[in-house]
């Protein structure tokens, strides 16, 4: 038996088979007929992952399945053997000589990079990922703390498996060099984080994830965003800290020209999680993804020729040059936003979120789980309610503590709240000052009676953290202690009766914090 080529005919399938085609990735086949898609297992051993025997492909293949109906069971439908003489689909009076998983086919149309290109409103789009892969993270199974997955040692050995397996593949001087600077960073900083690796297992943040979540393995049908093709071939790297999994989606989407989406898809997933302490570990994984596709296009050069060896070459060039980018420190800050409910804090403070890669703190969600509830759970059920002045006090707490998590892990960030009183700035302000890192404010301001109409519409919507009301919005008026002189003097002023315009603002948010 030949593969691909024995199945590229429509009289192999037992269905109507037309359209036929192959798809060729470094590890296997995916033949394209009619309604379906069979996806082989190529006969390859890569360190990494082995699939040299038909037992082992035959195991990898009963993974793959299980892995992938947890996010996309529309897709997965079944393993389907191969036999030889002749070719055929689940002859039961041949022997097996391959496997092959059965998935319903889509259009290549539907793939996430695709859908982007097209989607009118792609933050809406994003936001339902982020949701999918922080309910998929959450419920996934957690590794056992007496395993070796997810310990200092397992986190490394793959790290240090692609810088051997790309020396091999690459001979440029300057690539050469890029990737040993690279090497030094990874090793002194790991050795940094080492207790943090530990501690993350030790808190359950090691669980079977993706473990390959990349723009490419990510389908949308019916709107909705699923993530498919996880990996399956190597335990050890699927067993991984949930900043790895999200990590190597959000560095994926930084590459391909929209790294506003990437921070929007991270910030999402952090204030789904509560996860900021995993930032901490996030550039060293960032760096990591990277070189994990900096590999993979290496390992695909000795495949390919001509003008497809130089398009692969050139993608390994680009995913080096990323990783080196994330071994640069960041410039940090800390903003603080001013406004009364209603004001549009939340809703225009997006775009420097996702241009300026913020990491945003919301008050209204972190005070709701400090409570036990969702973000858009209403609190009426909670005894003596989330809004008395231990309710505030504890929040506050709660918010600096965050602050000071993202800022040591080398993020600037913004606290979204209406920090109205001259304490709670100052209050706030002690955690900059004990970093060494500067301050700032975003004051957002429109017109009473549109405060007071947001407020009304989003109560009645009931699909948002907050739930200040018109009375709310009274009160906080009423209570209102406007920023001094040397507050103004460090303050972006943002009117919002009307959508205000980015593209004038960003550079004056830029020059004043100097975050890029």
């Not at 990591?288 to 296009?297: C, D, G, N, P, S």
Request: proline content about 5%; some cysteine.
């Amino acid at each position: 038996m030949k593969l691909p080529d024995d199945l590229m005919h429509a009289d192999v399938f037992p269905h109507a088979a037309d359209n036929i085609k192959c798809i060729v990735t470094h590890i296997s086949w995916v033949i394209l007929a009619g309604d379906y898609a069979y996806k082989i297992k190529k006969p390859v051993n890569f360190g990494f992952l082995d699939f040299s025997t038909l037992e082992k492909r035959f195991s990898a293949c009963e993974d793959e399945l299980r892995i992938n109906r947890r996010t996309a069971p529309e897709i997965y439908e079944g393993l389907t053997r191969i036999s030889n003489t002749p070719v055929a689909l689940d002859d039961d009076s041949q022997p097996t000589m391959e496997y092959a998983i059965r998935m319903h086919r889509f259009s290549q149309s539907a793939l996430l990079p695709a859908v982007l290109e097209t989607q009118p409103d792609a933050l809406a789009l994003i936001n339902l990922l982020a949701r999918h892969i922080a309910d998929f993270h959450a419920t996934a199974d957690i590794a056992a703390h007496d395993s070796p997955y997810g310990t200092p040692e397992s986190v490394l050995a793959p790290v240090q498996q692609n810088f051997r397996q790309l020396r091999e593949k690459i001979d440029d001087p300057i690539l050469l060099s890029d990737i040993a600077a690279i090497e030094r960073w990874t090793q002194s900083t790991f050795t940094r984080l080492q207790p943090i690796f530990a501690e993350r297992k030790a808190n359950d943040h090691v669980r079977e994830c993706h473990g390959d979540m990349h723009l490419g393995n990510i389908i949308v049908l019916e709107g909705k965003p699923l993530l498919f093709d996880a990996l399956e071939f190597n335990a050890s790297l699927r067993w991984i800290d949930v900043i790895s999994d999200i990590a190597f989606l959000v560095m994926d989407l930084q590459l391909s020209g929209r790294p506003e989406l990437g921070w929007h898809v991270l910030n999402q997933w952090l204030e789904h999680t509560g996860d900021y302490a995993s930032l901490h570990l996030l550039p060293w994984y960032l760096c990591y993804r990277a070189m994990v596709r900096a590999k993979v296009a290496a390992l695909r050069l000795s495949q390919l020729e001509g003008s497809a060896r130089q398009s692969v070459l050139d993608q390994c060039h680009a995913y080096l040059a990323l990783a080196l980018s994330y071994t640069q420190p960041r410039q940090t800050a800390l903003i603080m936003t001013h406004g009364i409910s209603g004001s549009g804090k939340t809703t225009h403070s997006q775009y420097p979120v996702d241009h300026c890669g913020l990491i945003r703190i919301r008050a209204d969600v972190e005070r709701k789980r400090l409570f036990g509830l969702h973000a858009t759970e209403s609190s009426r059920d909670i005894a003596g309610g989330i809004y008395t002045k231990d309710a505030n006090r504890l929040t506050q707490q709660h918010l600096k503590k965050l602050a000071h998590e993202v800022l040591s892990a080398g993020y600037p960030v913004l606290v979204d709240a209406t920090f109205i009183r001259q304490g709670s700035r100052d209050e706030m302000k002690t955690v900059a000052q004990k970093l060494g890192v500067p301050w700032y404010f975003m004051a957002f301001e429109a017109k009473a009676s549109t405060l007071r109409d947001r407020a009304n519409v989003r109560c009645a919507q009931a699909n948002d953290a907050s739930e200040a009301d018109a009375t709310v919005v009274d009160n906080q008026l009423t209570g209102l202690e406007p920023l001094q002189a040397d507050e103004l003097a460090r303050t972006l002023t943002i009117h919002t009766d009307n959508p205000p315009d980015w593209a004038m603002l960003l550079p004056t948010f830029r020059e004043l914090t100097g975050i890029k």
